[in-house]
């Protein structure tokens, strides 16, 4: 059953408590494809999001986007002096104003958010002669997912 209960807590970042677990259920009962029907769950959620009312969720993205600029700059600066680890920071940031701005739909605009941010640097280096792009995508993208996924756990808990 520890399974199921991974699955559940999966499904939670994406739908209700009470729908993860009616889905998990049914899956469990089932005995096959769970993870599949999980993964199908979840991005059926997220484009569900995306198709209802994807003009504040891009806008939310842009100023996001606006944000992450801000902070880097700001990062940048406190990290010549190498106090802090600025694509922490940035992320744990970006990821608390993302849920707040955008409660029960956080997974919905970081995904708008990344798609943005690829977007922004693809368009950046092919228009910017001699523009290189440094990754920091693993650090600061899966900050911004933990610090979403704490505050959708603690507002569902209060709920």
């Avoid at 523009?131 to 603690?154: C, G, K, N, Y």
């Amino acid at each position: 059953m520890c399974k199921a209960a991974v699955a559940e807590w999966i499904l939670s970042l994406f739908v209700s408590r009470e729908r993860a677990s009616a889905v998990v259920g049914d899956l469990v009962e089932r005995r096959s494809g769970v993870w599949l029907a999980v993964f199908r769950v979840s991005v059926s959620a997220v484009s569900r999001d995306l198709s209802d009312r994807p003009g504040p969720l891009i806008f939310l993205a842009l100023q996001a986007l606006v944000l992450d600029f801000a902070l880097i700059l700001l990062g940048g600066h406190l990290n010549g002096n190498m106090l802090v680890p600025y694509p922490l920071v940035t992320g744990c940031c970006l990821g608390l104003w993302l849920a707040w701005r955008a409660p029960g739909r956080e997974m919905g605009a970081v995904v708008v958010y990344v798609l943005t941010c690829l977007v922004a640097f693809v368009v950046l280096y092919a228009t910017v002669p001699g523009a290189s792009i440094h990754f920091t995508w693993p650090v600061q993208e899966t900050a911004l997912l933990i610090a979403m996924m704490a505050s959708r756990r603690r507002r569902m808990r209060h709920a």
